[in-house]
């Protein structure tokens, strides 16, 4: 069974004290949220799971065929054209150049990129096309687990909802685990099975919320709902602040 | 390969685009012209005057032999520095130790003068070969170095990250993130470090040796044979022109395409 683990993780850079005592475990075909606060060790934490950052104390075990990364802002290659930003993963894992580049350009039809914007510089494209270009990049590896960076946080809403969807119709299929962060409470309900709560200084969790409807039956009104009830939770005011002073 | 061909064929639109440069440069020759009236032929041969005698000299054996021989020092010197430039710069940039000693003794590679240069090597060397290609190593050197620790210091932490989270292997890493990067910084430096090194070559040969561009310059002035001194830099600015607006810059303008 495929899994990530972590189990009391503690992490510090120099003195400061990002992370203390995160527990959690990741199944396959399961999608995890951690929400908290901008600031909070969210980022941090992520990046120790995706062995970006080294594990000091505690441990991390993944056991995912593969893994990859969407970040917050795109992080396209400057000088590469949209499809051979989006083959970037194949070719690492050993893809031939041909079947990687086809492989691209069908991933990129899916995720509403044009034939004409095949071979485009980054520098041409809007911001929007940049994160699909990043999202398609991602999911063109078909990786078992994903990691999601806030994502989302820089897109207008319409684009938000159709690259979540291309998402919900993986998770429903149970071809993908991820693991999300993100500051925005709906589309954690949105899209996970289990939400944790981190604080910061340390960041710490200190609830869990689970969610057992699946994602794809999850109109706006269950999300509406959902998001109304955790807002009235105590530990969430407390942790984002939201009681006015 | 494509890369060649798309040079190619972008070139005779590259070239279209040179009416206006060719309108300043025939601008440029009126205005010598006009200080041939002014000052007579003895101290500004006129340009039809000076290009005669380039025709003629380019007839002469003797003459492309010292062109020869300063094109050879000026390739080897450019050579030299451009293999030591970027490796040093390269393994500068990757540690911050040394980019951080590196400095101080690049400022005082620029700073020192290139005539000080000529006579220390002077000394060193004597008169010939050696020290031509040595005070050449010594001006052009810097410029590419500087280039390629710039172009290592700011590669992008971002990108390097991604990179990681994809499992690029380690040639990919290089040929793929690093290298685009390096190379932009890089391919400016070593234009400039070409013309510093066409420059230097021409000064050192005519302090330093009997023979080159440099040393037939020396003698047209000892007889004051304006228009063969002339002639000889309209040959050293002409070659410059051409390897620069000719070859490099095509490339630049292929290899740069992703630049906003």
Redesign the interface.
Known sequence: MEKLEVKKLNHSFGFTEILRDINFKLTKGEVLSIVGPSGGGKTTLLHLC???LDVEEGSVTNTFASS??A?Q?A?L????NVIDNIS??L???GCKKAEAIKKSQEIAIKFGLEESDFEK???DLSGGMRQRVSFA?ALV?KPSLL?LDEPFSALDIGLKKELQAILIEMISKKEISILFITHDLMEAIRLSDEILLLKADPGHIVKKFSYSLAQNERDDKYVYGESAKILQDEEIIDTFELELK | MNFVIKILKDFPAYLWSGWGSIASIFLFIALWDMGNQIYGDLVLPSPLETFQTLWLMLQDKEIIGEINTTLYRASVGFGVSLALGSILGLIAGFFVTASMMSRPIVTILVGMPPIAWIVLAMIWFGMGDETVIFTVIVASFPIIFVGALQGTRTLDGDLKEMAVSFKLPWHMKFLDVYFPHIFSYLFPACVSGLGMAWKIVVMAELLATSDGIGATLGVARSQLDTPTALALVVIMIGSLMFVEYIILEPIKREVELWRS
């Open positions: 995706a062995d970006l990859a990364f970040f802002d992080r290659l400057p000088w590469k970037l993963g070719l690492a894992n510089f980054p520098k990049r590896v990691f």
